[in-house]
């Protein structure tokens, strides 16, 4: 199981750089996301899986899922909401000022 | 945004108050079971964002008069001052506690510090989502 | 005892309380108010004089980084009380003279805030017994002074000399702060008087000459020393009372006090001997000959200011021999040159701080302070002009004042050099007292110019100015400073008993008292009155002369000094860093993420080639089920489609499906509250994204090269490679224990059954604050960054 999770994540990674390369500042933060998604994905698998149990006392006997990296990720999940948004407003605004969202454009704008 | 759609604003009008409900439900279960601050925050600012598409947001406005960004600092002022709250008591920042009490008719309570802590993570996860829909929306209406 | 921290703290203390209760205080000036502190801790430490004359010491120790040795521990003793006087005395002085010299201004808020950091951090230097401690508050001196030089920061001139000043200090002090480290390394110590007392097992360590080197660089850079002086006359620029305060009184002393602290550890070294003697000797002389020239009466005294501190140095050099090992320490009495150092400082400070003040009241009622310009101003102008003249002949080394006997002293440590038959001094003994005589005709020669120039001659007429004396609140502080001058003179033993006599000690810790000599008015007529009077002499000649004199600087043109070696440094590394820095940051975003990803794939995917650390196994691999294939292989497909994405619906649609897939994935990960989050989040998010993007431009068809193309589909899929490579190693080969067996005790510990969540909330309780302020940062930063409007500009700035 955790093989086959690392290579989703590995293929997510690619995927996401990809996007990350592009020259549209909306790829470029859907890769972000898509990026986000990836690591979480590899923090799970490096935390390891124990089968069918959840990480709540008191359910099915004494072993549990590791906890840590859930809550690892469920922080970074929240972070990467906000950042998220940050990085779409920003967008939002750099579109609305310059009229483009092509950054090789942008890059000129600001040189001239 | 201007959708008047009678139907969409009639379920609306009932699933807020499931939504809310579910929110208040998972931000107290959150201690033994899944749920939490996050998610009870979370799923609390989903159900403004459904009335923003329900609704306009000057109703929206006019309906809940609160100004979002000051619910999000009062989050983060009672994380961080229940965190100090430890600290008064000569424990390390952010040490939390819990006690079981026996309360009649409600039987065995279980109160924790984690409690406030959780209502300032979820207070302020519904400041800054609505804070963030609701500036996006009305710059762009 | 806590008084001792509870002093350096004050003035910090005092400055946030400033900031916060007084910034509406209208009806008088704020200075009242600030005087308190410095007098408050003058009373303290005055209260500490008699344990201190007593030749005890005052320690107090408070654990700050108690792991690495780096501990809040403060020691007074009789070194630090003359420094800590002064930096009181002469602040309450200060503070009174500012309240009439700034009434007018502004941002007199600022200005006292400054000052209080100020004199927070170097009562911290002073009192400081750690290393680290000294070095931080060392630092903050800087600081605090670059802030008050370019507290007129419209003007360019100001801007340039605090630049100028935080450049050569900070540099200073870093060397010197590395010099600690390796102080550090040899004794295991940070704490001075520990190393004091086992530095005689090192002195043949190998690293003892760069540690020298490395702490006077700190100190030489502080104290101006040649060559490094060049930033003081620019440092000027401050309003006048800073110049009395710390370029004169307090913060160029910092670096003699170093190498005073430091004496009893290095003294007895040869390269310590030549280096702090020479130098000093070097910036005697350069200081006073360079101080004739000048016309603008600050930057005369800036010079002299050098050129005095040069003489302070020179004099801890030559004591600084009395504890070489040859020596016996009983029989010399060399000592006495620290002695004259420490009383020369005490009366430097008294007699510049008065002239420091003065010609800020000439700058501040007539307007300019252009010798050139001036003349004539006794007649208007008595008591200044009596201030001035004591301060003046003061400095040049005329009794009835004080800079009299301090002089008399040098020169008799200069004429006892020649005694040393050790480390080569005696071929050079005779340079010295040469090199120090006409240093002191030079400083005569300026000093009559402060005093003849200014308040004699012609009395130039300013238009528009009705020149008379400032209110007395101005006065006041010079007068009590010129008091001081005639005061040590006539009662100079009262000094010396209660204040440098405990100071001497704890620089020569096996001295006793009766080693020390009083200071005696009259030593009858030998070598050292016979050079005064040669220097008065000569001096009034060369005064009467003094045009041709300054003829002799066409010998030195200005494009050699070391002015221009520091305006050049500064120019090219300017266009150097610039062009380094354009050559990589080129403003495409999608280069400095090739710079990341190339550096990821190369150094992670070589490092792990190089180790052959790869390894792979399917053992304790849970088994996979249908639904596990089904999405993982929806992820994958999704993921790829996505970059095939024509319209930004789509792609929007397939990174939501993404999203709602891993939440699946976490249903069948056993993560129930990641599931349920990042359902809620996707939603939202997804909401979030349409809003934005129904309101963003279609996207056109991609026009990339091949070539491109082909590079970034080489980059993407080295780096998804490496990623996955490296992952796979990690998991089978696991090296640590799983710390997750701690968190299984939640129930008990935090009184939860939800793992995740007691994480959250009470083991790693910090992380989620933490989160929550980056969540709140977010969400203002989204706010303002949509409500934001261009600015209206701003203040006018000179440039």
Redesign the interface.
Known sequence: METLIIIVAGVLVTSATYLILSQNLIRVILGTGVLTHAVHLLIMAMGGFSGNVVPIIGEKGNTYADALPQALILTSIVINFAVAAFFLVLAYQVYNRMNTDDLSKLRRYYHE | MKINEVLLQSVTKIIVFIILTLAIY?FFS??????????GG??L??SF?LML?AFDIETVKHGIPVDF?LV??L??AI??IT?LGAVVFGEA??T?T?R?FDIPVFGLI?L?T?TI??L??SL??V???V???L??????S | MATINLAILLPFIAAILLFLFCRNIKKFHIGWIVLIVPAILFITLMRQLPQITKGNTIINSTSWIPSYDINFVTHLDGLSMIFGLLITGIGTLVIIYSIYYLATERLILQFYIYLLLFMGSMLGVVLSDNLIMLYVFWELTSISSFLLIAFWFQRKGSRYGAKKALHITVLGGFAMLVGFLMLYNVTGTFSVQEIIATIGQHKDHPLIPAIIILVLLGAFTKSAQFPFHIWLPDAMEAPTPISAYLHSATMVKAGIYIVARFTPVFGGEAIWFWAVSVVGLITLFWGSLTAIRQTDLKALLAYSTISQLGLIMTLFGVGSVSLHPNLNIETIIYSQAIFAALFHLINHSTFKGALFMVIGIIDFQVGTRDLRRLGGLIAVMPISFTIAMIGSFSMAGLPPFNGFLSKEMFFTAMLQLKDFDIMNIQAFAGMFPVIAWIASIFTFLYSMMIVFLTFFGPYNEQPDVKVEEPKLGMLVPPIILSLFVVGIFLFPNVLGDYLIKPAVASIYPNITDDLIGDIALWHGFNTELMMTIGIVIIGIILFIFREYVRKIFILFPRSLSFDTLYNNTIVKIDIFAKKITNFYMTGYLKHYFAYIFLFFSLVLGGALLYLDAFSFSLAGDQPVDIFMWIIAILIIVTGIVILFSKSRLTAIVLNGFIGFSIAMLFVLLRAPDLALTQLVIETVSTALFLLCFYFLPEWKPFVIEKRKKVIHIIISVSVGVVFTVIALSIKSGRLFESVATYFEKADELAGGQNIVNTILGDFRAFDTMLEVVVLFIAGIGVYTLIKYKKDKGADKVED
Do not use: C, R, Y
Not at chain 2, 30 to 39: A, D, E, M, T, Y
Not at chain 2, 135 to 140: G, M, Q, R
């Open positions: 998972l959150g201690h033994n079971n899944p749920g939490g601050g996050f998610v979370l799923v600012a989903s964002v598409l960004k999000a600092a989050g983060a994380v961080v965190g920042f952010l939390q819990f079981v279980e924790s984690v802590f959780e300032g993570v302020t996860v400041g800054v989502v804070t963030i829909i500036s996006i929306s009305e710059d762009v």
